[in-house]
């Protein structure tokens, strides 16, 4: 979550492309100053509650740079953080569901206890029942092996039916069948995953990107809620569909 917040906190390049202007440097300096005392408290936060040790290198590295020292492909990824920050609050029951997954999430808008979650007392946080986090996970896998399906058939990378002759369209057609029934979702278009009121077939490349985005990082906070990563570490968490 902080490293999601410093992400959203940090102004967009146009903003910060302005104060490379020689008129704009005591403006500059202003800003830096600014977000330099509010990252420091972020950092101080960490530290005290024991966090800082256990976040790897390039975490600790981008909340350490300062307002013109992250790169634009950082903020980037911190910024899709929301969709995992999303399935961990709602695995500690701070977020009732898990958005449908083409809506991006935003986990600002649920209701976090006001009392600091770094201060150290966890005693009162209990994850849901791990059959249900396992759906959950079930789900994100599905989701993100249906975008994957998308983006190889139309590169060309698989071709259109297996050496058998069954048609990958036959196997989503099936899938969403049993989706379905499992209330994956409530209802299918035109026999393929519903998506922006549409099938999923017909999604543009923009939409499959940000469909793509959304089921990946949730596969992944959900995979390492379940154990799969190797030692814990966060960043290893595989994400094989």
């Known amino acids: 979550m902080h490293i999601f917040t410093k992400a959203l906190a940090t102004p967009p390049e146009p903003v910060l492309a302005?104060?490379?202007?020689?008129?704009?440097?005591?403006?500059?300096?202003?800003?830096?100053?600014?977000?330099?005392?509010?990252?420091?408290?972020?950092?101080?936060?960490?530290?005290?509650?024991?966090?800082?040790?256990?976040?790897e290198g390039s975490e600790q590295e981008f909340v350490n740079a300062g307002i013109f020292e992250t790169t634009m492909r950082q903020r980037f990824d911190a910024s899709w953080l929301a969709e995992s920050v999303m399935c961990l609050l709602w695995a500690l029951g701070y977020?009732?569901?898990?958005?449908?997954?083409?809506?991006?999430?935003?986990?600002?808008?649920?209701?976090?206890?006001?009392?600091?979650?770094?201060?150290?007392?966890?005693?009162?946080?209990?994850l849901r029942p791990h059959e249900e986090i396992e759906r959950q996970r079930d789900q994100a896998e599905l989701w993100h092996w249906r975008c994957r399906t998308h983006k190889l058939l139309a590169d060309g990378q698989i071709p259109d039916a297996l050496p058998d002759g069954t048609r990958i369209a036959e196997i989503i057609r099936m899938?969403?069948?049993?989706?379905?029934?499992?209330?994956?979702?409530?209802?299918?278009?035109?026999?393929?995953?519903?998506?922006?009121?549409?099938?999923?077939?017909?999604v543009s490349e923009e939409e499959l990107a940000q469909l793509t985005s959304i089921a990946t990082e949730r596969h992944k906070a959900l995979n390492w809620l379940c154990g799969y990563a190797p030692g814990n570490r966060w960043s290893e968490t595989p994400t094989d569909t």
């Open 95 to 126: 977020a009732e569901q898990i958005p449908a997954y083409d809506q991006q999430s935003d986990p600002r808008s649920n209701k976090i206890p006001t009392k600091d979650p770094l201060s150290g007392d966890t005693q009162q946080l209990k």
């Open 175 to 202: 899938t969403v069948e049993k989706a379905a029934e499992e209330g994956v979702f409530a209802k299918p278009i035109s026999g393929d995953f519903p998506v922006f009121g549409k099938a999923f077939r017909e």
């Open 18 to 55: 302005r104060f490379a202007e020689p008129s704009m440097e005591g403006e500059k300096a202003k800003l830096v100053s600014g977000f330099e005392e509010m990252f420091s408290k972020q950092r101080e936060k960490l530290r005290s509650a024991g966090l800082w040790e256990e976040m």
